[in-house]
Every structure is written in structure tokens, then in C-alpha cells.
């Protein structure tokens, strides 16, 4: 059984809903996690490091860009004063699928691996989409052979899919990695009742 550590005592999850919202402060300190975190082999979008500021910058300002309150949410996880860990929520504004959201991005910089606070960062992105965005259902893509689909399973997802080979991290067929397709129900909360 995977135990999941909770985390630190001062940290701080925020979220931000608007593009306005972020300041260049807050920019620079997402930049420099995406850059830690893809440089020391972390999956979170960019398959082929090393990345410089210069690579993620102009990713990291689309995704700003996308900011909205009911479609797309940045959460945040500062420990102490430092920015350690940021995730994305995005919401599909087509009718037939507005019930799902979709995560994006998850990582920890790599100084607060350990700590919990990819959990908790899950485990509010989950509140987030349950409790102010009305979700009933999560997914997200993750690549395989990382040990991601054991962090996932013990917040709770399940492997819906997967598609062999999809991802390759290398040249010609040296690392070929599976795209594991993951969901999670979000169960109402409970509630008291009289």
C-alpha cells in the first residue's frame, strides 16, 4: 500500500482564475519550477530536456492567456514564501462534456519532492472542480514508466486506457513510452442533514 505524506504545515494553496492575476513575480517562480522539474526528468509537458527559461516562457503565457473562472484554474502551492508546485484545470465549454475536467501539468519543484504537496495539490484541484466548478468527473494523461499511475491510483483514479508506444522520449525506438489515460468520479460532498 502507497502512503501518501501530507503536506508541510505552511504551505498555501491558492488558485487563480484570471490572466490579470498573475504577476510577474508569480510568473517568473512558474517558469522556474517548469524548468526544475522538466530538467530533472519530470513529466510535465516538455519530453526533451534540458529546457531553458526561453523554451517554457512562451508556454507558461498561452496557458495564462487561457486563464477564466469557469474554464480553465492555475492552483498553486507556496511553502513558507516559495512558490513549490503548480497544477492546471481545464474545463471542455462544450455542452456535451462541461461535466469533465481535465488536469494539466501537475508538478513539485524538485527542492519539495516528497512532501505531499502533489497530493494536496490533487486533493484541492479536486475540491475546486467538485465544490465551485460542479464537475462530476476528472481525467488526465499521463505518460507511462514514470511511476505516475501509482501516485494517481493511490489519490483514488483508475486507469481507463492506455495507448502502447504512443510517447517517444528518444531516438528511433530506444524509449518508447505508453500514454496511460486515468479518471477520477468526483462523489458529492456529504452534508448534513437534520
Not at 30 to 37: K, P, S
Not at 61 to 74: G, K, M, S
Not at 137 to 162: D, I, N, P, Q, S
Amino acid at each position: 500500500m502507497l502512503t501518501v505524506p501530507v503536506p508541510p504545515r505552511r504551505t498555501v494553496l491558492a488558485q487563480v482564475t484570471a490572466p490579470g492575476h498573475v504577476s510577474p513575480e508569480l510568473r517568473s517562480h512558474l517558469i522556474a519550477c517548469w524548468v526544475a522539474v522538466t530538467n530533472a526528468g519530470g513529466a510535465a509537458g516538455f519530453p526533451f530536456p534540458p529546457v531553458a527559461e526561453t523554451d517554457v516562457a512562451p508556454v507558461l503565457d498561452a496557458l495564462v492567456a487561457q486563464l477564466d473562472p469557469e474554464r480553465c484554474r492555475l492552483i498553486t502551492a507556496t511553502v513558507g514564501e516559495r512558490p513549490a508546485g503548480w497544477v492546471v484545470l481545464r474545463r471542455d465549454p462544450d455542452r456535451l462534456i462541461a461535466h469533465w475536467g481535465t488536469v494539466h501539468h501537475l508538478q513539485t519543484h524538485p527542492e519539495f519532492r516528497g512532501k505531499g504537496l502533489g497530493s494536496g495539490l490533487m486533493r484541492e484541484l479536486q475540491r475546486i472542480a467538485r465544490d465551485e466548478l460542479g464537475l462530476s468527473h476528472l481525467r488526465l494523461a499521463a505518460r507511462g514508466g514514470a511511476g505516475l499511475e501509482a501516485f494517481y491510483t493511490a489519490l483514488g483514479w483508475t486507469e481507463t486506457g492506455r495507448w502502447p508506444d504512443a510517447l517517444r522520449l528518444g531516438p528511433g525506438a530506444e524509449d518508447l513510452r505508453d500514454e496511460v489515460l486515468m479518471g477520477l468520479t468526483l462523489h458529492p460532498r456529504a452534508t448534513d442533514t437534520p
